[in-house]
Structure formats: C-alpha cells, structure tokens
C-alpha cells in the first residue's frame, strides 16, 4: 500500500470533484459543522481569504438548507486578492482583508449590519521551513482576527485555519480576548501528518470600551484578566477531532477508478500561461547581446 501525500489525498480530490466542489477543503469546513453546529441560525456570512471557493459554496449550501420558511436569503461575502470564479448567491469582493475599506465595503454590502459567521481558510505559500511558515500563518490569522473584530456581531463565531506549533498558545491567549471559547479543531479530511488544524472561537464578546481598528496589529494582551494571559505555557488549548470516525481517513490509500475527472474550476489565470508564452517565443534561448 503506497503512503506518498498524493496517495493520502486522492480520495477525497475525487470525492470534491464528484460532489461539485471546488477544493477538498470543502470537506474540512463540513466536519468542522458536524462536531459544532456552526451554521444554525447563520443569516450573513463572510469568507476571508476565500478563492478558489469551496468554502464559499458550503456556506451557499448549508446555509439555504438551513433557511426558515419565509425568511429572506442569506447574505454570503467571498474575500480574496485573487480573482474567483462566480458562484451563485455569492457576493466577492478582490480586496486586502488588511484595508479598512475592505470592511467597509463588507458591511455595506450587510446593509449596515455586521456578520454572523466568518471563516477563513487562508495560507501561505509553504516554503517547507516550518518556523518561517508558522509565523507567515499566524500574522495571517492574527489580520483575519483584526477585521473580524469590525465585522462580526457579538455573540458570533470566526473560523480560522492555524498551524500547530510552538507559539499556538500565544496565539490561543489572543484570541480568548475576543472569544470565551476557543477549541482548536482537526477534521478528519486533513491529513495526521500536516500541522494544519483550525480554530472554532465562539461566542464573540469583544473587551469593554475596545475600539477595533484596522491600523495597529492586534499584539496587546492588556485588555482581559491578567493572570489567563501571563505564562502562555499555563494554558491548555483545548483539541477536538471533527469527522465521521467511520468516514474516509486521509491518511489511507483507497483503490480508486482509472478514469481521470477534469479540474471542477480551472484556474481564471494560471502564473505559467506568461512562461510558456515566452518558450513559445523562444525568449529563454534568445543570447544577450
């Protein structure tokens, strides 16, 4: 039985694209859903950091299957510097999740409102040096925790990928200013071997007298009690395994069928279209004068 990544990812590539979505992702947001009940009640929802879109469309799906006779549909923002395809029901914004006007943009499109429900997939580029990439990863989460704390109505819920590794307890201190519970969340569609998890903050009760802005990067733990914040070593992150144990594992290799699946979203503009333009052209061979 082979073991290679490729092999490990396989079945649930081709379950995304038998099923309609974009990414395999998509699976992690549902086991996600299946342990915490995350959608119930959910009326206006933000993706950060949204493309290609998988997230995007389970909070579509979800979200109308969950409607109530009669009420009005609910309200989705898709977020991305990159372009993404159109997806029906979707509001997308190309902006910075880093930009005031971005959230400003987001609330406009909520008519004022602020939003039920924001998750966040974002990830960098991996460079494979773990320390460089655990840090990238968590100043990303920090700046989707920065607009989430101007977007999100209290008592409301911010989804959010995070690497495990040796500064997730400072990051757990941050977050449980904004959020009395947070659990650091595993589906089951995830690979064992990656330190990829998410965190589920619940129930978002923002410090007295805070003002969120989108200017100074959200590193001061003055506001809470003092004595959770102090030692962050102290502090247990709570973690959870999310996903039918019974379901597919990640980590196994399946038999599957030889016939190929076409991508279900091809890229809107690949970075190679330029290289190959250029080979075409017989840039790379032409000698410098």
């Known amino acids: 039985m082979g073991k290679s990544s490729k092999d490990k990812r396989d079945i649930y590539y081709r379950l995304a694209k038998e099923q ?25 929802a933000v993706d950060l950091c949204a493309a290609p879109g998988s997230w995007s469309q389970v909070l579509t799906k979800k979200l109308n299957e969950n409607r109530p006779k009669d009420a009005p549909p609910p309200k989705i923002v898709a977020v991305d510097l990159q372009a993404m395809a159109p997806l029906e029901g979707v509001i997308q914004i190309q902006g910075d999740i880093t930009k005031l006007s971005t ?3 987001i609330i ?7 939003a039920d429900l924001i998750v966040c997939d974002g990830a960098p580029d991996v460079t494979g040096l773990h320390d460089m990439d655990e840090y ?19 008592g409301g819920t911010f989804i959010a990928k995070i690497f495990r590794g040796k500064d997730i307890t400072l990051l757990y201190s941050q977050l449980k200013i ?39 990067p959200l590193l001061d733990l003055s506001y809470g009690k003092q004595n959770e914040l102090l030692g962050p070593n102290r502090v247990i992150v709570p973690f959870i395994a999310c996903g039918d ?23 809107i503009s690949a970075p190679y279209l330029t290289a190959i333009t250029l080979k075409q052209q017989n840039f790379y061979n032409k000698v410098p004068q």
């Open 103 to 105: 959230a400003e943009q």
């Open 136 to 154: 990238i990863q968590a100043q990303l989460l920090l700046s989707a925790l920065n607009i989430t704390t101007n977007i999100l109505h209290p």
């Open 178 to 216: 904004f959020f009395p519970i947070v659990t650091c969340s595993k589906p089951r569609s995830s690979r064992n071997s990656s330190i990829e998890a998410f965190v589920v903050c619940q129930n978002y009760t923002p410090p007295k007298d805070y003002v969120p802005t989108m200017i100074n």
């Open 245 to 267: 144990l019974s379901g597919f594992d990640s980590d196994m290799t399946y038999p599957l069928e030889k016939k190929s699946l076409d991508p279900l979203q091809p890229p």
């Open 20 to 44: 309609g979505w974009r990414a395999r992702s998509a699976f992690k947001l549902l086991q996600i859903d299946e342990e915490f009940n995350i959608f119930k009640g959910i009326q206006r």
């Open 108 to 114: 406009s499109y909520f008519e004022g409102e602020l």
